[in-house]
């Protein structure tokens, strides 16, 4: 069984930073593409960006680019999502995903693994 954990959000004011974690339980953690995705109130879910599971590939979504940086420690079996530069239309609960392949995507429906979430608020 795949279990997700992510820690690290909390409240920040903007143009501050936090590290998202998301640490992965099951097996072959390399094997796989992870993702962040995050939602706002009332809002769906969006992409944020993904990583393959060498590291090697990368996507993020234009509203992040060259704010938040995606990586992973595959000895550690853990993502991170580095975010700088936060701006109160950042405030979301953040969810780490897993893909379903070694390739990366932007679409919930490659990930079929999910974390519980982590909420980040950013003060104006």
Known sequence: QVQLVESGGGLVQAGGSLRLSCAASGRA??????????????????????????????????????????SRDNAKDTVYLQMNDLKPEDTAV???AR?????????????????QGTQVTVSS
């Open 29 to 70: 953690f390399d094997n796989y593409a992870m993702g962040w995705f995050r939602q706002a109130p009332g809002k769906e879910r969006d992409f944020v960006a993904a990583i393959s599971r060498s590291g090697g590939t990368i996507y993020y979504a234009d509203s992040v680019k060259g704010r938040f940086t995606i």
């Open 99 to 115: 893909a379903g392949t070694g390739f990366i995507g932007r679409m919930m429906s490659e990930f079929d693994y999910w974390g």
């Open 94 to 96: 953040y969810y780490c």
